[in-house]
């Protein structure tokens, strides 16, 4: 072995060592940090929920919750339990609408209000708000009550302050329209973007400009780029220079709140520059990988957050992949006029290209016009926002020269607002997806790595290996999982005081049962049964069955009509004066899907391998309760049944039972509204027979359910008794023979 060899071998070593003790003290970290108990205000916290307590402390951002309702992130100085008094410093989300436009940012404020508990993850695609919550620091949430004393902050001492005098001069500078899309673009403060804005800029691909980040960080160091040649003719000059960029960073980062996105960027930014002022510019990867590790060492729990994910993956992709393609493109066209925005494409390609798996399995949408989006939009923010910046500090002296420097900006916020607007309204300009194995990670990371190292024959042989090894064991369990017997998946959603469930047949075909609740500013189908349906690749609803025209049981139809096809719905035929039900009959007939009543005898031919019997109503009005002409339907699987009664009562049970008694024994019942006196009747139970009993309710509800009387006629049956309300969403599989549980 020559001397190049041991070396190569020593080094080697000596990389991997020092990668194993990185990882150890990582490990070690979130170790610590998960076994770290919480302190005694928590703990008194978490046994007081629905208690009133009185709070004080400042507020640190302000918000508005997808329904439209104030709310703070603050941060707690004491609280008063009664008689007792916690000084223990802790944050919190407050529900602040009693308080909505009466209070800055850094206003301090006292208050009464009620520990509310924060909402865990009940459905197996939900968005667990809970958890990030906690990943976010927030110990409690609490609702503010109507009484309430706010001082406004004049301390210039800190950060906050700063913020907000920030955001009102963009208020000066910048209309109604283009005021919360400067305010994201310049400081970070999404609060004051309505949900529909933040859906239309990501399915325009232009999202990441929303959010301050490297883009921005970039922007604002570009100018210092631009002279750190002069720092390099001075003595010390790169010193000087690194201490200046510092301060320049940590500035901004004062100014947007030292949110996570900004300090990664910041921490990027420093390397990078860092690199150019002492001649290391050849190691851009080496000090990525050194931001990573020293962000990580601070804060392991990062390796997991989303931001830290994309942020670093696309780095990390630009600067192996794009070499790769600049190289082969000609000289002549990387220097003409459009070799700019050519580059801009291309790095929306490449990125977008890398970053497919990780975008996929966290949002489920890829957008198609982002390439297009970024190339008009994306080199002039090398402008806008710097010299939006500027226009902010000159508004503070001269305000009338500040708006007139930042009219450009303003004119540019305008175009790309209404090119947003359109474009997210393209059928064509964003598509749902979804990743059938992990393994494709691993696929993706041969594939970048391959692109990379292509001019390396030896590693690239190898990497080319590793891909088509991935690639052929993705192949050898897909058709493995294909030969195994075909199942029929049920999912009972957790949608409060409602009914929701998907049925996910044997051939493919998705059927729903009911779209759960509405209320004011809310509703089933947008926040729990479409984010399911995105995350599960599903894009069609091949029927959607409506059991009767109750506000809790078609709640969620009309986005779900809104936003995704459906291919029929079919109803109880029972008319009903509600806005909600007239208006899905509108926007159905609107959307050209054909609607169509069922009676009993009435079969559905929407999967080959089931039977969908229809066993009520029978088509006669017994009374004004719609409850009473439910849709009855009795899905068969080979040997499995399931029953769905809808919110039929015991008039319609002894009908049913008059009717189909032979018929009526299940596997599982979907028992009818939720768990009433009124209904799961001791006749029809007996017919019925379930073995296993689903009951879809909320936990706290005014009508009291589940009732006692009905819970003691269904514990004499020896069924097993599920309740959403405890239990979450619950989730079942049958091939045919049997019917299990799915844990999620």
């Known amino acids: ?420 607007n359109i474009a997210a309204g393209w059928d064509w300009a964003w598509t749902t997806a979804s990743l059938n194995s992990s393994l494709i990670f691993i696929l993706w990371l041969f594939l970048i790595l391959g692109i990379s190292a292509w001019q390396t024959a030896a590693l690239r042989w190898k990497l080319v290996a590793g891909f088509l090894a991935t690639a052929c064991l993705m192949f050898s369990l897909n058709t493995a999982n294909r030969l195994l017997p075909a199942k029929l998946r049920v999912t009972f959603f957790d949608v409060g005081q409602g009914d929701a469930a998907l049925l996910q047949t044997p051939n493919n075909k998705n059927i729903l049962i009911d779209a759960g609740v509405w209320s004011p500013g809310y509703n089933s189908g947008r926040s729990v049964i479409l984010p399911h349906l995105k995350a599960s690749g599903i894009k069609h609803l091949d029927a959607v069955i409506l059991s009767h025209p109750h506000a809790d049981h078609i709640g969620g139809i009309l986005d779900l009509i809104d936003n995704i096809s459906i291919g029929i719905i079919y109803n109880s035929g029972y008319e009903y004066d509600s806005n909600l039900y007239q208006s899905y009959l509108s926007l159905a007939e609107e959307k050209s899907i054909p609607i169509k009543s069922l009676v009993s005898g009435d079969t559905l031919g929407l999967d080959p391998s089931m039977l969908f019997l229809i066993l009520g109503p029978d088509g006669n009005i017994y009374n004004s309760d719609p409850n009473e002409h439910s849709l009855i339907v009795n899905v068969i699987y080979g040997e499995s049944e399931f029953l769905f009664t809808g919110d039929a009562g015991e008039d319609q049970e002894e009908r049913l039972v008059h009717a189909y008694q032979n018929l009526l024994d299940t596997d599982l019942l979907k028992v009818g509204h939720h768990g009433s006196r009124t209904s799961s009747g001791t006749t029809f139970l007996n017919s019925v027979t379930p073995e296993i009993a689903v009951v879809s309710l909320a936990e706290r509800n005014r009508f009291r359910h589940p009732h006692r009387e009905a819970l003691a006629r269904l514990h004499r049956t020896d069924a097993q008794m599920l309740f959403t309300s405890l239990e979450k969403a619950l989730v079942f599989e049958s091939d045919g023979k049997s019917i299990h549980r799915i844990h999620w």
Request: hydrophobic share 50%.
């Open 1 to 420: 072995m020559n001397r190049n060899s041991v070396s190569s071998l020593i080094s080697n070593i000596c990389i991997f060592i020092f990668l194993l003790l990185i990882t150890s003290f990582g490990i070690f970290r979130m170790a610590v940090q998960s076994e770290k108990s919480d302190s005694a205000t928590e703990q008194l916290i978490r046994v007081s929920e629905w208690e009133d307590v009185t709070v004080v402390g400042s507020i640190q951002s302000i918000s508005v919750s997808s329904a439209g309702k104030e709310r703070w992130d603050f941060q707690v100085d004491s609280i008063y339990f009664g008689n007792l008094v916690s000084g223990d410093d802790f944050r919190a989300r407050i529900l602040a609408d009693e308080a909505a436009g009466k209070a800055t940012l850094g206003d301090r404020v006292k208050f009464t209000g009620t520990i509310i508990p924060i909402s865990e993850k009940r459905n197996p695609h939900d968005f667990d708000y809970q958890a990030y919550l906690r990943s976010q620091g927030f110990s409690a949430q609490i609702k503010l009550n109507s009484s309430f004393t706010i001082t406004p902050n004049k301390n210039l001492s800190e950060w906050v302050w700063w913020r907000e005098r920030a955001l009102e001069l963009v208020d000066k500078n910048f209309d109604d329209q283009t005021a919360p899309i400067a305010k994201a673009l310049l400081v970070g403060y999404k609060q004051d973007l309505d949900w529909e804005s933040k859906t239309a800029f990501a399915r325009a691909g232009l999202s990441h400009i929303m959010a301050v980040s490297g883009l921005h960080v970039g922007f604002i160091i570009a100018p210092f780029w631009i002279i750190i040649p002069y720092f390099w003719t001075k003595k010390h000059g790169s010193k000087i220079g690194l201490i200046l960029l510092i301060l320049i960073l940590l500035g901004y980062a004062g100014i947007t709140g030292f949110s996570p996105s900004v300090m990664r960027a910041s921490v990027m930014a420093g390397f990078l520059t860092y690199g150019k002022l002492f001649h290391k510019v050849n190691d851009s990867i080496n000090l990525t990988a050194a931001a990573a590790i020293v962000l990580l060492v601070i804060n392991p729990s990062q390796l997991f957050d989303i931001g830290f994910q994309l942020s670093f993956s696309a780095v990390l992709i630009i600067l192996l992949i794009l070499p790769v393609i600049q190289n082969l493109l000609p000289y002549w066209v990387r220097i003409r006029w459009y070799g700019k925005p050519l580059m801009v494409i291309i790095v929306s390609l490449v990125v977008q290209f890398g970053l497919y798996p990780l975008q996929v399995y966290y949002f489920g949408e890829i957008s198609l016009v982002s390439p297009i989006a970024n190339a008009l939009f994306v080199p002039f923010l090398g402008v806008v926002v710097p010299l939006s910046l500027i226009a902010l500090f000159l508004t503070v002296f001269i305000p009338i020269a500040g708006f007139v420097l930042n009219y450009p900006s303003y004119i540019f916020l305008e175009w790309m607002s209404s090119f947003v």
